[in-house]
């Protein structure tokens, strides 16, 4: 499976990518860079590094911090942002629940991953942001496939798919009223290993949960959960240590953990594009072009 | 490695989900997940046989769900190329989307049901390709196991396609026709000699050898300012630096330039790509250019060479796609917008509005509705910076906004 994978990044995507990021920069009066601390969007934050070359990057990041991330990716974020002198505003899920806006989820599923949107739509219009920046893309599904560059949301941050402007060769139409803001999402055109080799061509730096680790980790569903404090677990769930990665950067109730020894960049791009690709198997057609096959012989072709 | 963006349209049954889940199985670019949903949906239809159109039959469910149906983006990768698909539904209520996939598109692919031949929808895509001016055409003659591999069939369509070219003057630069047959990938990816009379290449062969129209050397030189960059920092303290994509041409370091408006003239100093200092840049390079002279240039200014100059337009006459459910009508201002320039635009007249089917111009029209494609002048209240779309397309397009809701509602090429 390798030897099939196209280690060659498109240099045209990270072209469009910094004009979409210099286009916001002009075009709205506060745009923000929605930052999780995944691979996106630290590619993003490379790509607005570049676009504003030598001047800083002219606006903040905004992490929408659950309070169950990964002491790992906490520590990255500090380390980026100290280290390219970045402004980044942080806001807490906690906040939102001590203030009665989202309640806590209990029993053995519970997670903070839908009440951070709360926390999210209340800190944009708090800091009265009219452009996010996320790093969404068009092949992880097929909504998304349809989604525009400049996607206009209403002020309650909801897309309407019936709405969407017509997007046309590379002229963008940021233009909103009041109350409005625009989704921007530079990185639409790149699929997951587009992202990967770019960040092995420009030698990010990225969580260390990604690599090949050992941790705790209980069974639960035939997955294997991180073990930590947030997590509900029952009687039978027991921790034990196993070397493994994550292949997502999400709170640590609800990302799961694949056994691993990759612990280079390009054994982790090899394991992803194996797991994600099925092998060729024996042709999907091979009932049809049985009686197809019966068909042009009858048609005297051979 | 190069990225090939390809515009598909037609409608549900003519086979081009088909087509395109073939596509993207035969390159290896379906994720595990999708084929086993695939398997399970194909399983509860009852079909024997994995059915590729529920890829992106999503657009199915939407229909029936009376959602507006959109262009979805569609990516596969072989080892030299990335492609990245716009499908787009071929009614004639989805024209402006049409127009939208297509916009960005280096191939256009029509497909041809071989047992229906060319049909009215046809000619709209032709329409929009031709509008357009995408440089490749391929029509991918479809079901050709439906009409027994029928060469004469095939010949016979190719032939009606070929007046078709002919009639409405084709402005792009090449045409292929291509025999398939979707559902047994015949002639898609590989194929499995059942079309012994046809030669040529399959479809993916096609695509892969598409040369790319960097136009470097063809077209004039025109870099766009998108913003200025002034870190005023004690290293860069009189860094002053023009931020922006080359549209078209190229640029080298110690050229002449003059920046339009103003007509201020200076040479190049820098050419500069984050860290790295280029010598060139060139079409769709994003980058920043310092000039020798301090310059009063800004957004939505442009920096040409002196002897390719673009038009300075106070009044525009382009070809137009009226896109929005309100008419466009003679006397209104709208926003222009051309690259990243954004002027007033009073419409001074419609020239006429074409029927589509048979090229007809319709005069004395006071206003364009949705989907219509016509012809119109307008007057602009600072100079816009274009060339004529069919000389330079990269300068040569423009969109209208509504100044009072925001939204897109048309699209322009400059004449």
Redesign the interface.
Known sequence: MTN?I?W?????????A??IL??T??QFEKPVLLFSGGKDSITLVRLA????????IPFPLLHVDTGHNFPETIEFRDWLVDTLGLDIIVRNVQDSIDQGKVQEETGKYASRNALQTVTLLDAIEEGKFDACIGGAR??EE?AR??ERIFSVRDEFGQWN??M????????L?G???IGENVRVFPI??W?E??VWNYIRRENLRIPSIYYAHEREIIERDGLYWPYSPFLNTTADEVPYLQKVRFRTVGDMTCTAAVLSEADKLEDIIAEIME????E?GA???D???EA?ME??KQ?G?F | ???LRIATSGSVDDGKSTLIGRLL?DT?????DK??ALHAASKRKGL???D?SLLTD?LVAEREQG??I??????F?T?TR?Y?IADTPGHIEYT??M??GA??AQVSLILIDARKGIVEQTFRHFFIANLLRIPYLVVCVNKM?LV??SEARFNQISEEFQQLLENAGYKGREVKFIPVSS???ENVASS?G?I?WYQGPTLLDYLEQVQFDHADSVHPARFPI??V???R?T??HD?R?F???VASGHFRVGEEVISLPSGQRSKIKTI????KQLDTAHA???V?ITLEDEIDSS?GNMLVKPDQQPQQLKEVTAQVCW?DATPLTTGKTY?L????NRVKAKVQQINFVVDVTNYEQIEGKTSMGLNDIGKITVKTASPVLADAYSVNPANG???L?DEFN???VA?GFVE
Do not use: C, W
């Not at chain 2, 959109?70 to 990516?75: E, K, P, W």
């Open positions: 099939q196209n060659e990044f498109p240099q045209a995507l990270e072209d469009e910094i004009y210099r286009e920069a002009a590094q570049k676009a504003f070359y030598p001047g800083k068009r092949d097929k496939a349809k798919a019936k969407q402007r017509p997007e046309l060769f590379d002229i139409n233009k909103i009223n639409s055109n699929t290993l587009d797991a994600k690709i099925s060729r042709r999907i057609d009932k049809r072009s197809a068909k042009r048609a072709y | 490695m190069e990225v199985y290896n670019s379906i994720p595990q084929m086993e024997d046989f994995t590729l999503g959602i507006t959109d262009v979805a983006h569609i990516y990768s080892p990335k990245i402006r989307n127009v939208t916009s960005n196991d027994d591999y559902l047994y990938g499995n059942a012994s998108q913003s960059i002034r870190p920092t290293e860069y860094f630096g931020a922006g994509k500069e790509q984050f860290e769709r390079e994003s920043v957004r896109m926003l917008q051309h690259g990243v397009a423009f969109i906004i925001n939204t897109t699209v």
